[in-house]
């Protein structure tokens, strides 16, 4: 079926949004197992025209798919309104015509974003993609060749490295410990997401935070071990739908400053304070907008 919304699903999907890692694709069809409504369902989703074909396998209601569908790639937001806003800001204006058609990539498990975002500090797109992906493939449950994230009560039992595995199993040849976070490329950040699972195990109830304001969520997130603002941020934004986050980091810093602050030297903590206040609920887009205008444009070598 065609959803008469327009978007680009592959700049969508490659942004960099740390909601989960791109949909598998074959020929230009993008898939993935999705729970809705605590059933497994495959989507596939392809570009046809500026719109998505969708198709999709599983025992729910073509209303119930569409609806998840429309939640993941934002479906709902009106763009041309949008570009509207960004056509009435001069330093915005130019945005729409390098990122046409992006839109946010809304994670269907939130828990998947919080790890995704944690596995993303200080590390490349490709790295943390593929930690997650592998996660996903060693952890959590199979739905033909797609994988669901693992519950935080499962990652939680993880062993984080190969001493940790070698010292508590059967393995007799510690170059056998494959089994293990670490083993995913996390590096350092395995502690962290050992805790994390632990918080949203025992202390910290994901759907709570949905129905906080935004400085409580934020305080919330902030109590993860590996989460600073731009993380938090970038967790509220992509996993709970947060549209006043403004994730700000040495680019966004650097592309606000050359676009409001000419050039001149500002904190991080001052670029997400004047983003989330000049920008409102259009927050969250204007951040994913201006990293990748600034990118695609050429301001990004520019700014370097």
Not at 113 to 134: F, P
Request: hydrophobic share 35%; proline share 4%.
């Amino acid at each position: 079926m065609i959803i008469r919304k327009p978007i680009d699903l592959e700049l969508t999907q490659m942004s960099g949004q740390t909601s989960q890692p791109p949909w598998g694709e074959v020929e230009g069809t993008f898939s993935n197992v999705v729970d809705v409504n605590g059933s497994p369902v495959i989507f596939n989703v392809r570009q046809s025209g500026e719109f998505l074909d969708f198709d999709f396998e599983g025992n729910v209601s073509q209303n119930e798919a569409v609806s998840k569908l429309s939640y993941i790639f934002d479906l709902d937001f009106d763009l041309d309104k949008f570009y509207k806003y960004l056509g009435n800001h001069a330093e915005l204006s130019e945005m729409s015509k390098f990122c046409n058609g992006l839109r946010l990539f809304l994670a269907p498990d939130p828990f998947e974003c919080i790890i995704s975002s944690i596995c993303s500090a200080n590390n490349s797109i490709k790295r943390w993609t593929k930690s997650i992906s592998d996660i996903k493939h060693n952890w959590g449950n199979q739905y033909g060749d797609y994988y669901t994230f693992p519950q935080s009560n499962d990652l939680l039992n993880v062993y984080l490295d190969d001493e940790e595995e070698f010292d508590l199993s059967n393995i007799s040849d510690i170059g056998c410990c494959t089994n293990n976070l670490k083993n995913c490329g996390v590096g350092y950040r395995a502690p962290y997401m050992r805790k994390a699972s632990e918080l949203f195990t025992d202390e910290i109830d994901l759907q709570d935070i949905s129905q906080m304001n935004y400085d409580e969520a934020f305080e919330t997130i902030l109590k993860v071990p590996g989460v600073g603002p731009k993380v938090a941020d970038c967790i509220l934004l992509y996993g709970f739908n947060f549209r006043e986050a403004f994730p700000s980091d040495v680019w966004i810093k650097r592309i606000v400053s050359y676009l409001y602050f000419d050039g001149k030297d500002i904190s991080v903590a001052k670029v997400r304070d004047f983003g989330m206040e000049e920008f409102g609920e259009n927050a969250g887009y204007v951040q994913l907008y201006m990293f990748h205008y600034a990118r695609k444009s050429g301001l990004m070598s520019k700014l370097k």
